[in-house]
């Protein structure tokens, strides 16, 4: 019995972001939606060395394959694919059987049959490990065998038949870390143009604002393709830039909390104690600052994500055979009538990721700021 | 009220001057020129044409020249569709773009209010929730995924709209591009709608009226709804000047002829004069619908005066 005074709970105060994450953690959405985004930057970054596929390679006998569960090709497709073989060596079948995975085939010419046209079978994307099983003693009659390659094309191919799964991974990628990279250059110009102003005040702080509020009045889309028309197309350049004009709204944000928090009796306390200007803007300021600013940076990454896209929709932004979700939905809206996977799996990837964004920033908004409560 | 229009009309003039000189020059600093296409003219022929348009003038010869064309209200020729001036661009164009514009608009704002108001007066229940997952959606999912996925449902399966083409303004051709566009609209109406109706139910002259016994439909409609439609006022300022100047993604995939286009073709042509009319265009668009609303500001809340 006399444990227990020993174990006594220690008492242990939750700081700003303990009291956030347990907050954060109790709800649902954004928690599921944080898993999500994980779940989709994972297969977005490790994905691509996966899939059996590379974005790039061109599969010419799988043009616009539709997606499927089961393994290609199908059994009509291997006539046609053997057919197709068989025209390129000149030749014409005279029988073909298929037997499990390899399939026979006989072939007869008027002239004799050179025994390297069996690489015609091997470079179509539907059979591989051709041998000669006979030959007639003139030549004229060959009898090949070969294996079907089975290969799974999840979300069929595009127009060029490139494995869309490949694409719609590392288009994730590049959406991804777009959206991250011109979100941190917002951050970080915004975070430090507006806590400048904040601090100087006065005259420096009226010019610097003014200075903001110039810009804003611009239309964005001057901005945006002005840029476009500077940094042509070397999309890094491009979306650093494009970062930099997405500051304006963090400066106004970080500006106003300086201001705010420099003006809070703790602060004031802190003065009177006589902690000096680094201790406060280290101690009081800056993690005050934060909130504000993580909550913007999930609104920001977003913005940025749809920024790229309608770029590259209008053709502006990634380029082939780079590609990005952007540009996945644009070529998907082409071709639609008669490929419509081309558009709903990129589709799906971009909204549900901008989805999982916004309920995260949602969530983190309810966490870090305390007076909505 | 009518002083303060016509100094608000005369503060537009520097403002409209300074969008003018910088979207001039901005323009002009970008490489390459609008006969510089990757086809290529001979030498001659591109001397010639840029002497024919000036373009080989000191730039605030050029700067000077066009600030009086635009004065007289000439925009000038287009330099890659040179069988059209700037004018007669707009002409064919803008009027499209407007009334397709100005249906989404109308649209947005009325079912938007509509929406607003149901889910502010079921907060927290089924109602609410339907209405906020709507609204989300509608702000979440972009133009260019709405649109394609519109024709493949309302084109393709069900075959109840045509695909795409303006035919001549058929009303049957508009449906699918005013959808597009009035989505994302009606969610961002539906949310301010809910906002500023919860906050409005909570008022002091809405308890008197509900003490007074007056009925729910009469205290929304008549005693509510004015005060909460002050922040949707102030949201379709800068929505009509962006509806009405045509959207280029929907204008696009809907191969609609307004004037969504002109200005990134422009501008990736290097077409100066279209650019500079697009950007003027649509400067006072802006400027004349913030003047609207902010004397609608007045007619709708009386405590707003403008001396």
Do not use: C
């Not at chain 1, 490949?166 to 994730?172: C, H, I």
């Not at chain 1, 944000?253 to 602060?267: D, N, P």
């Not at chain 2, 044409?49 to 050029?62: K, Y």
């Amino acid at each position: 019995m006399t444990d227990i005074a020993a174990t006594a709970p220690v008492i242990v105060g939750r700081s700003l972001w303990g009291d956030a994450w347990a907050r954060l953690k109790a709800n649902r959405a954004a928690m599921i939606s944080l898993y999500y985004l994980v779940f989709i930057a994972i297969i977005s970054v490790f994905g691509p060395w996966f899939v059996p596929h590379q974005y790039t390679t061109i599969y010419g006998d799988y043009v616009r394959t539709p997606p499927s569960l089961t393994a290609y090709p199908k059994a009509d497709m291997i006539e046609t694919a053997l057919n197709d073989a068989v025209k390129r060596m000149r030749v014409e079948i005279k029988e073909w059987k298929q037997d499990g995975e390899r399939v026979t085939v006989t072939v007869t010419s008027t002239k004799p049959i050179d025994d390297r046209n069996i690489r015609y079978l091997d470079r179509s994307d539907a059979f591989d490990n051709t041998k000669i099983e006979s030959k007639s003693p003139d030549g004229l009659e060959v009898t090949m065998s070969t294996s079907v390659k089975q290969q799974y094309f999840l979300f069929g191919t595009d127009n060029t038949g490139r494995d869309l799964l490949s694409r719609t991974l590392m288009a994730g990628r590049i959406s991804l870390a777009i959206g991250l990279l011109a979100g941190v250059v917002a951050v970080a110009i915004g975070v430090i143009y507006g806590a400048a102003a904040g601090f100087a005040g006065g005259k420096v702080d009226e010019v610097m604002m003014r200075i903001v509020d110039v810009l804003y009045s611009l239309p964005f889309i001057f901005f945006v393709i002005m840029l476009v028309v500077f940094f042509g197309r070397n999309f890094v350049l491009m979306f650093l830039a494009v970062g930099a004009v997405l500051w304006l709204d963090m400066a106004r944000i970080v500006r106003g909390q300086a201001l705010s928090i420099r003006r809070q009796e703790y602060v004031q306390a802190a003065e009177a104690m006589g902690v000096g200007q680094r201790g406060i803007l280290l101690r009081h300021v800056i993690p005050n600052l934060l909130g504000p600013v993580v909550i913007y940076m999930t609104l920001l990454v977003p913005q940025v994500i749809i920024l790229e896209s309608f770029l590259s929709f209008l053709g502006l932004g990634v380029q082939e055979p780079m590609t990005s979700w952007g540009v996945l939905i644009s070529v998907g809206a082409k071709n639609i009538g008669t490929a419509n996977w081309l558009l709903l799996f990129p589709a799906f990837f971009l909204v549900s990721t901008l989805f999982a964004l916004n309920f995260v920033g949602d969530g983190l908004r309810d966490a870090l700021d305390p007076k909505d409560r | 009220m009518l002083r303060y229009v016509f100094r608000r009309l005369l503060t537009a003039i520097p403002t409209l001057f300074v969008i003018v000189t910088m979207a001039f020059f901005l323009m002009r600093v970008a490489p390459g020129g609008p006969f510089n296409q990757e086809r290529g003219l001979s030498p001659e022929i591109k001397a010639n044409l840029e002497a024919q348009f000036g373009l080989n003038d000191p730039l605030w010869l050029q700067y000077v020249h066009y600030l009086g064309n635009l004065l007289r209200g000439n925009f000038g020729p287009s330099y890659n569709m040179p069988d059209f001036t700037v004018t007669e661009l707009f002409a064919k164009g803008l009027p499209i773009s407007v009334q397709l514009g100005a249906s989404a608009l109308i649209l947005a704002l009325l079912l938007g209010s509509v929406l607003g108001t149901i889910a502010a007066l079921n907060q927290n229940k089924l109602g609410d929730y339907t209405v906020i997952a709507l609204a989300t959606a509608g702000s979440t999912i972009p133009t260019f995924v709405i649109a394609p996925v519109i024709q493949l449902l309302f084109g393709l399966t069900w075959k109840l709209l045509p695909i795409g083409g303006w035919g001549d303004g058929a009303f049957i051709n508009k449906v699918g591009p005013v959808l597009t566009l009035a989505l994302p609209q009606i969610a961002i109406v539906a949310r301010l709608m809910r906002g500023s109706m919860i906050e409005s139910l909570r008022s002091h002259h809405i308890r008197t009226a509900r003490a007074l016994g007056l009925s729910d439909w009469s205290v929304v409609v008549k005693h509510a709804l004015r005060g909460a439609v002050l922040p949707i006022v102030s949201f379709t300022g800068p929505a009509a000047a962006a509806l009405l100047t045509g959207s280029v993604i929907v204008e696009t995939i809907f191969s609609i002829p307004g004037v969504g286009r002109y200005f990134v073709d422009a501008a990736l042509n290097r077409d100066y004069t279209l650019v500079m009319g697009t950007v003027v265009v649509i400067a006072i668009f802006t400027i004349v619908f913030n003047l609207i609303v902010d004397v609608m500001y007045a007619v709708v809340d009386p405590r707003v005066r403008y001396d």
